[in-house]
C-alpha cells in the first residue's frame, strides 16, 4: 500500500479554530473571517473543518453561534467533498426541533460534547440527530476521570451506535502520558476497528502538542484510524489547545501527509493576526493551576475577573475545593473560599492605636505607585518639608523617598518590594493587611483586610482607597496623596516602577478608572473623619 495513501485514510486532522476560538470572541469572529478562515484550512488539506456551535438563540451576522444549518451556508462558498464539515453541540442545550434533515449544502456532521456519566444520554442525541442524515462525531468531556469500568462502558455503549468518532478530551489540561496511554490503549482495544479514535487537548501544563504527537505515535503503532484536533495559535477557551500548523508541520515530516503550510501560514497571517492583538489566550499560571487541580476554567476566570488573585491565593483557593467541585464553577462557593482565604481574623486594637498615637494631629502624606510620584517628586518633597509631614508609601518602594511607614495590601507588591529593595526593606516600619499574612513581623503593624474594604465593587481592594480607609480608622480628618493617578492604557505609562507587579484587569483600564472613581467618591461620602483630601499631584480622581 502506498505510504501516502495510508497516512491520508488513517490520520486526520480536526481544525476547531471557529468552535473553540468562540469561547474567546463571544462567537464574533466577523464574516469575513469566517468565510476566509474555512477556504484557508481547505486550501491546506485539512480534513475535518469545526465551523463553530448549533444554539438555540435565533443567528447574528458574524457569528460561529448557529442557530440552523442554513445559517452556515454564507460560508462555505466553495463546499468539497474532499472536507467534512462540522458544527458543535452540548448534549442538552440543543432543542433537535430545530434540526432540519441534512441536504448537503452546510455542516456534513455534528459533533456532541457530553460530560463524564452522560454518554448514553449523548449517544441518544447522536441516533436522533443521525437519524435526520447527519454524520455523527462523539466527544467525551473529561476522560481523565474515567475509571476502567467507565471507559469500557463508554466503549461498549459506543460500538453499539456506531459513531464516525469517538475523542477523548484532556478538559483540564491535567494529562501526562501514562494518563494517555491508559485511556488510549484501553479505548483501541474495545472499540471496533472501523471508529476512528481522537485527541482533543488543552494547553494548562504545556504538554498540549507533545500529547498529540503521543497519541499519534500509539495508534499509528495499533493501525487504527484517528482524529487530531487542532487549531490556528492554539485559539482556545482558557490554555488553548494544540496548533494547527505544530501539528500540520509534524505530520508532514513525520507521518508522510501533505499539509500545505503555507496555506495555513496564511490562514494566521490573514485572519489570526487581529484576533492575538486584540484577545488573550494560550498558557498561563492560573491555567497551569485549572490544570493542576482538574478545575474548570470558569473558576480561575472567576477569581481573575473579580479579585485579580495572585497565583499563590489562586492555588490555595483552588486547592482548597473539595475536588467534585473543581469540575463545576459555582460562584458562590467559590467566593467564600476567596473570602476565607483573603479574611484571616486580626485584632486590630494594639496596631491602630499606635497609629492614631502616630498620627493624629500631623500632616500625613500618601505615596501612591502612579507616575506622578516621580515625575512631580521635587514639588511633593517640597509639600513634606513644609508640612512636616509622616510619609506612607503605598504598595511600592520609590528611589527618592523617606518613608516612615511602608502600607502594603497586595501580596505580590510585598514580596516584590521584600525582593527588590532588600536593605530598604528591612529597615523600613511596615503597615500590612492580613491578606498577606496573619502574624506580624518585627516593624510590622497587622491591620484586618475587613477593616479597610467594602465590598460591593469588582476592585473594591484599590490599594490607596484601602490606605485612606486606614487613616480614616485611625481618625484622621486630613490627608494629602500622591501618584493617585488613575490608569494609563499601557502598563508602563501607570506606575513609577515599571517593574512593579502587573494588576492589569481583564475588562481594562477604563473600567478600572470608572470604578475606582466610583468607589473613591463613596469613601469621601461616607468617611467617619478623613473626608479633606488634598491632591498634591494631578489625579483623574480629583473631582
Known sequence: MDKNNESKRTIQVLDCTLRDGAYIVEGQFGEQAIRGIIGKLQDAGVELIECGWLKNAPYKEGSVYYHVPSDMERYLVQKSPEHVYLAMIDWDRYDLSYLPEYDGKSIDAIRIVFPRGKHREGIDVGRQIREKGYRVYLQAANTLGYSTEELEDLAAAVNAFRPEGLSVVDTFGAMYTEDLERIVSLLDKRLDPDIRLGFHSHNNQQMSFSLTMDFIKMLRVSGRSMVVDASLCGMGRGAGNATTELVASYLNRKCGCHYDLDAVM????????????????????????????????????????????????????????????????????????YLKNQSFYVDNTTA????????????????????????????????????????????????????????????????????????????????????????????????????????GWTYYDNSAICALRLMDLVGLEKVAIAGFDGFKTKYNESYADPFLPSMNPEEGWDRLNEETAEIFRDFRSNAAKCRQIEFITPSIFDR
Open 266 to 337: 496564511d490562514a494566521i497571517d490573514v485572519y489570526m493576526e487581529y484576533f492575538k492583538e486584540h484577545y488573550e489566550w494560550g498558557y498561563s499560571t492560573p491555567y497551569f493551576i485549572a490544570g493542576l487541580y482538574c478545575c474548570h476554567v470558569n473558576n480561575i476566570a472567576y477569581l481573575l475577573k473579580n479579585h485579580r488573585t495572585s497565583a499563590k491565593d489562586m492555588r490555595n483557593i483552588i486547592e482548597s475545593l473539595p475536588p467534585a467541585d473543581r469540575l463545576k464553577y459555582d460562584y458562590d462557593l467559590l467566593e467564600q473560599k
Open 352 to 455: 491602630v492605636e499606635e497609629l492614631r498615637r502616630v498620627l493624629v494631629g500631623r500632616d500625613v502624606v500618601l505615596i501612591a505607585p502612579g507616575r506622578m510620584a516621580l515625575d512631580e517628586q521635587t514639588k511633593i518633597m517640597r509639600y513634606i518639608e513644609e508640612h512636616e509631614a509622616v510619609v506612607i508609601g503605598v504598595n511600592a518602594i520609590l528611589p527618592g523617598y523617606k518613608y516612615d511607614y511602608m502600607f502594603f495590601s497586595n501580596l505580590a507588591r510585598y514580596e516584590y518590594a521584600q525582593n527588590a529593595h532588600m536593605d530598604r526593606f528591612k529597615k523600613m516600619k511596615k503597615i500590612v493587611l492580613s491578606n498577606i499574612k496573619n502574624t506580624a513581623e518585627d516593624g510590622e503593624l497587622l491591620i484586618g483586610f475587613n477593616s479597610v474594604i467594602k465590598r
